[in-house]
Structure formats: C-alpha cells, structure tokens
C-alpha cells in the first residue's frame, strides 16, 4: 500500500490544527475534563490508520484525539463529546478518553492503563471466530506496556493466532516517569513480544512514511495470522494532561529536539522536495484551520444535556 503523502499531511494537520484549537478551549475553561494532547505523536497514528482498511478496527487509551480523527471520526462530534454537549459521542457524558465512532470501526478508547489491551483480544477473537476480513489495533504507551494485562494477552493472541496489532507509542514518559526509571537496564520490549510468540517491528514515530512501511508489514503478518507489536518511539510535545509546553523534568526529549524533529514539518519538507508547492501547502493548512473551526463554533452552539438526563446512561455496579 503506497502513501499518500499529501492526504497524510492533511490528516496530520487536522489533528494537530484541531489539538491546537483544544488547547485554546482547555484555557477558556470550556472544557472541564481531563484532556490529553497528542501534539507530536501525529505521525503514528495516521502513518497506521493508514496501512489499515475500513472494516479493521481500532481502539485507544486516554490520549486518542489522533486515533479517533485518523481513522475517520468526525471532528464535531468530538469536539462536541468535549464540550460537554448533547450532540457529543458519548450525549457530552464521556469526555476526552470516552470516544467511539462505530461507522468507521473505532470501537472505543478507554483510560484505565492497559484495558484496551484485553479488549482489543476480545475483539479479534471475535473477528477471528466470526471469520470476519478485519484486524483489530490497540494504540496505548509505554507505560501501559508494563500492566500486566498486556503479556496475559499476548500469550493468548498468539496462542489462538489472533488479528490483533498493538501499537506501542513510546513517548519516554509514564506521566513524569522516564524508562529508565521504571524498567530494569535489561528490559527489552522486542524479545518480551518475540518471546511470547508475537511479532516485532520498530518504527521512528516522528516519521510519517517510516511508521508508514514498518505499520504495512505489520499489518501484513497480522493478517497472515501472527499478531505483531508495533513499538514507535515519539515526542509528547505538551505536558501529560495539560497544554503546557515544557515542564523542566525531561532531559532526553528537551523542547528544541521535539521542535526539529516535528513529524509535520518532516513530511511538509518531504512534500515540497517532491515539487508540491509552498502556495498549495498554505492553501491546505488555510483550509484545514477553517474546516476546524467551523466544528469548534457547530460544537459551541450545540445544547447541554437536559437536566433530566443527569442519570441516564449510567451504569453502577
Ligand atoms: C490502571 C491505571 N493506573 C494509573 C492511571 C493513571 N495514568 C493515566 S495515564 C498514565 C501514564 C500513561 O503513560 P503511557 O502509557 O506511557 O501513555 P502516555 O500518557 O505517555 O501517552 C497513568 C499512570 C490509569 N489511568 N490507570
């Protein structure tokens, strides 16, 4: 499958333009959730949306803005679903890491560290028996990668040869927790993965057309039967949960690096060496800003919730 990098470029900045657009909300104290900004991590998510097909499905953990939009969601729902509106995914109930878009096959995104790993088994083991074309992908981070859960589901995916690939987004941080601090020097995620029985590729998350090639081979040995880990290693421009640019306790991933090695500016470069002109580029990125905020405005229109719905939906156990 070969790239389009002009439509990467357009998705990338539909994330990045609608992040950007989410921050400036976050500080006008119109949302009143957790959020989490994938501004830096572009690349990964539509670099594997993009090796995927329309029935494959995905699902996210609580930073899945990109994964959501990569896939094909639509922009005013959840930027509604944020605001805390009626007309959002989840009737504005579920916020940022509650967000499903089942007409594109994104099956939900899910903030307790890990349980989208076991969830997503469930459903390839439900495509799988079903015989169902599709794969299913899990994006969650690197500290997710160490809950126990995810080797309990390793060891069954590759026990029952389940479509399942779980990509890795290994941004250096567990919240203000480097690797180095959490893993023994000998931890080593290939020969965990391989060990279990699971495929291994390794991908730069700052570049669009490596996560690309690397996310097609992946695929491409899923479907053959074996599930794969896909481990891309990125930048986590903002701070964990807030629009904060540099909080002074990173010392690999400092703010110039981040900035030089931003996955939009990788591929724009790439897009103008290959005779794509500065004028179109502009032209695109104008048009992109406005599509986002036509749905930022759609969703600030957009009614609460009626009173009386304060109980619905719930569910207690
Ligand atoms: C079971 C559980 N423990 C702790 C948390 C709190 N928590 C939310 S995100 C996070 C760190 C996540 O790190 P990583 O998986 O690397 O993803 P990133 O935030 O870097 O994208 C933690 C500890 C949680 N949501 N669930």
Known sequence: MKPNLLRAY?????IRIAEQELVNLYLRE????????????????VGVCDALKKEDRVLGNHRSHGHYLAKGGNLTKMVSELLGRKTGLARGKGGSMHMRAPEVNVIGTTPILGSVVPLSCGSAFEQKFRREKGITTAFFGDGAFEEGVVYETLNLAALFKLPLLLVVENNLFA???????????NYDVEKIVTGLGAAYFKADGNDYEDVHAKAVKAVAQVRRGSPAVLECVAYRHMA??????????????????????????????ALLARGVSEKKLVALEGATK???????????????????????????A
Do not use: C, W
Not at 10 to 14: A, Q, R, V
Not at 245 to 268: C, H, N
Not at 292 to 314: C, F, I, N, Q, R
């Open 175 to 185: 919240v203000n927790s480097k690797l180095k601090d959490r893993r023994s020097p």
């Open 240 to 269: 964990h949960s807030a629009p904060i640019f540099d909080e002074g306790y990173r010392e690999e991933d400092i703010l110039e690096m981040r900035l030089r090695k931003d996955p939009l500016k990788k591929v724009r470069r």
């Open 290 to 316: 406005k599509d986002v905020l036509k749905s930022v405005a759609a969703a600030l229109h957009a009614p609460y919730p009626a009173k009386g719905e304060l109980y619905t939906d719930l569910y207690a």
């Open 30 to 45: 119109k949302i009143m959730s957790f959020v989490h900004f994938y501004v830096g991590q572009e690349a990964v998510a």
């Open 10 to 14: 357009e998705k990338m900045l539909l």
